[in-house]
């Protein structure tokens, strides 16, 4: 309970930091902390050949791996990008635990390449049959770093063939929650906004959700800038059920400014007396 506690207070900091140069003091902080724990799991499951026999130890094992492979551990890495080229080399058997899947395909398509995100691509029409599977893989591969990846799959979700209307939204979200896809996703969503409300259908995207999920990291000055631009140049287009959402992300952003401006310099201060 402690450690979920203290990472779902964590994402504000990261959600507030992640394109200035605290991040980097906040992943080094995050690494320096969980790494320990990483390593409880790896004794404990004798090398990762078992579950935990506690239920609070399999979620926990869960937060272990996702922040140990995030803030760059590489024996956390390693693991998962092995699990994963696994099943890569035997597409027909999948060894990564269930409970482990999410984490494992996020980290190892984050670490990899076109190779790995290629193969979760190519395994979506395998594991659609079963609905969660297929959740896992296309947050998945929201996870790459590479910027090609990323655009690619932005563009996958205005064709109704390559990816299914009613998961165009959640796909878009989560690219805009991968550090590497932010700004990609939000200049996606201002580019394309008149096509996704006029030609797509208004009943197939959640705008609501596209809107809040693409500018929830905002911050700064010239977000604010760009959201209230957004806003006049998509006036006369509107934004039906986003439209709530829309003032609420302006009113947001103004709050998360001032609380940057109130609280970046003390939070860096600590970090960087806990990284001395």
Request: with cysteine; net charge negative.
């Given at each position: 309970?402690?450690?979920?506690?203290?990472?779902?207070?964590?994402?504000?900091?990261?959600?507030?930091?992640?394109?200035?140069?605290?991040?980097?003091?906040?992943?080094?902080?995050?690494?320096?902390?969980?790494?320990?724990?990483?390593?409880?799991?790896?004794?404990?499951?004798?090398?990762?050949?078992?579950?935990?026999?506690?239920?609070?130890?399999?979620?926990?094992?869960?937060?272990?791996?996702?922040?140990?492979?995030?803030?760059?551990?590489?024996?956390?890495?390693?693991?998962?990008?092995?699990?994963?080229?696994?099943?890569?080399?035997?597409?027909?058997?999948?060894?990564?635990?269930?409970?482990?899947?999410?984490?494992?395909?996020?980290?190892?398509?984050?670490?990899?390449?076109?190779?790995?995100?290629?193969?979760?691509?190519?395994?979506?029409?395998?594991?659609?049959?079963?609905?969660?599977?297929?959740?896992?893989?296309?947050?998945?591969?929201?996870?790459?770093?590479?910027?090609?990846?990323?655009?690619?799959?932005?563009?996958?979700?205005?064709?109704?063939?390559?990816?299914?209307?009613?998961?165009?939204?959640?796909?878009?979200?989560?690219?805009?929650?991968?550090?590497?896809?932010?700004?990609?996703?939000?200049?996606?969503?201002?580019k394309n906004w008149a096509h996704m409300f006029t030609e797509y259908g208004v009943g197939s995207f959640n705008f609501?959700?596209?809107?809040?999920?693409?500018?929830?990291?905002?911050?700064?000055?010239?977000?604010?800038?760009?959201?209230?631009?957004?806003?006049?140049?998509?006036?006369?287009?509107?934004?039906?059920?986003?439209?709530?959402?829309?003032?609420?992300?302006?009113?947001?952003?103004?709050?998360?400014?001032?609380?940057?401006?109130?609280?970046?310099?003390?939070?860096?201060?600590?970090?960087?007396?806990?990284?001395?």
């Amino acid at each position: 309970m402690p450690w979920q506690s203290a990472l779902n207070n964590l994402d504000y900091f990261y959600l507030m930091f992640t394109q200035t140069d605290v991040y980097e003091l906040l992943q080094n902080y995050t690494k320096k902390q969980v790494t320990p724990l990483f390593e409880h799991f790896k004794s404990i499951t004798e090398d990762w050949s078992r579950v935990p026999s506690s239920h609070t130890d399999q979620y926990n094992q869960v937060n272990a791996i996702r922040f140990a492979c995030s803030t760059g551990v590489k024996e956390c890495q390693n693991l998962t990008t092995g699990w994963y080229r696994q099943w890569m080399d035997q597409p027909n058997h999948n060894p990564i635990h269930p409970n482990l899947r999410s984490t494992v395909y996020c980290s190892a398509i984050a670490t990899g390449g076109a190779e790995e995100w290629d193969f979760g691509w190519q395994m979506l029409p395998e594991n659609a049959t079963i609905a969660i599977e297929a959740d896992k893989l296309m947050s998945s591969l929201a996870c790459a770093k590479d910027h090609v990846l990323l655009k690619r799959y932005l563009e996958y979700t205005l064709d109704a063939s390559m990816i299914r209307k009613q998961d165009a939204t959640s796909i878009i979200v989560d690219i805009a929650g991968n550090p590497d896809g932010q700004t990609l996703a939000w200049d996606f969503v201002r580019k394309n906004w008149a096509h996704m409300f006029t030609e797509y259908g208004v009943g197939s995207f959640n705008f609501a959700s596209l809107i809040s999920g693409t500018t929830k990291t905002f911050s700064t000055e010239s977000e604010l800038e760009q959201l209230l631009q957004f806003k006049s140049d998509n006036s006369a287009i509107g934004f039906g059920s986003g439209t709530a959402a829309l003032e609420q992300a302006i009113e947001k952003t103004k709050a998360n400014i001032k609380w940057v401006s109130e609280n970046q310099r003390e939070i860096t201060d600590w970090l960087v007396a806990e990284s001395a």
